[in-house]
């Protein structure tokens, strides 16, 4: 689903998107539409700006996530100030791209964002896992009962290591030799084991736990 508030900006998008291959199965002009047609479009890949009629990018992206956390959200915004990257990425966002990128980008963008890969303008990845950092860093809320550690394989625990370093998922099957779907299920399985709900909340957990020190 391509959500975007200029009617020719998001036409050439589904356009190119549908010129490739991919197949379009809704567009949206502003926040509530996104939000009110994305139960029944069921997209695997949302390309969502930030810069939204009536109701904030963040919020659409936040509204689609709570509804549905297997959602992913590409951002395709024309702003790249720090800022607004990182409330995209809190917000659930997988990946952030500007909307300088060529459409070749943007395609590669999509078709890595549809497997969960993390997806980030280039200089932007790096501020990401910074924030990451820092979030990681807070102590829990006082009221929070911590229950105990759910047992991960070794395999999983190495995985979610290299996802706390920032490595896409092809580079960890890369890394692993091990087939991208087989690197995608660990993912998903250590997600319901921790009762998580996506990339950043699963490299939060991993960088609390010290499982991004090392090699």
């Known amino acids: 689903m391509v959500v975007d508030d200029h009617p020719m900006w998001r036409e050439a ?3 190119d998107l549908a010129d490739a291959g991919c197949r379009v199965v809704a567009t949206a002009g502003d926040g509530r539409e996104a939000v009110r047609r994305a139960p029944a479009a069921a997209a695997q890949v949302v390309v969502l700006d930030l810069n939204l009629p009536d109701l ?3 919020e659409v992206c936040r509204q689609l996530m709570a509804h549905d956390p297997a959602t ?57 896992l910074g924030e990451y950092r820092r979030l990681a860093a807070e102590p829990a809320p006082a009221d929070s009962r911590t229950p105990a550690a759910p047992q991960l394989t070794d395999r999983e625990t190495e995985v979610l290591r290299l996802v706390a370093k920032g490595l896409s998922y092809k580079q960890i099957a890369d890394r692993l030799v091990l087939s991208h779907r087989t690197v995608q299920n660990h993912v998903q399985n250590t997600l319901g084991k921790l009762q998580l709900h996506n990339r950043v909340e699963l490299v939060r957990y991993a960088i609390e736990r010290g499982l991004d020190d090392g090699a």
């Open 13 to 15: 998008v589904a356009r």
């Open 56 to 58: 904030p990018g963040v």
């Open 72 to 128: 992913r959200v590409l951002v395709l915004s024309a702003s790249g100030e720090h800022a607004d990257v990182l409330e995209a990425v809190k917000s659930g966002a997988t990946g952030y791209l500007v909307k300088s990128a060529s459409r070749e980008e943007l395609l590669d963008a999509v078709r890595r964002t549809a497997v969960g890969d993390p997806v980030f303008t280039p200089g932007l990845a790096g501020l990401v």
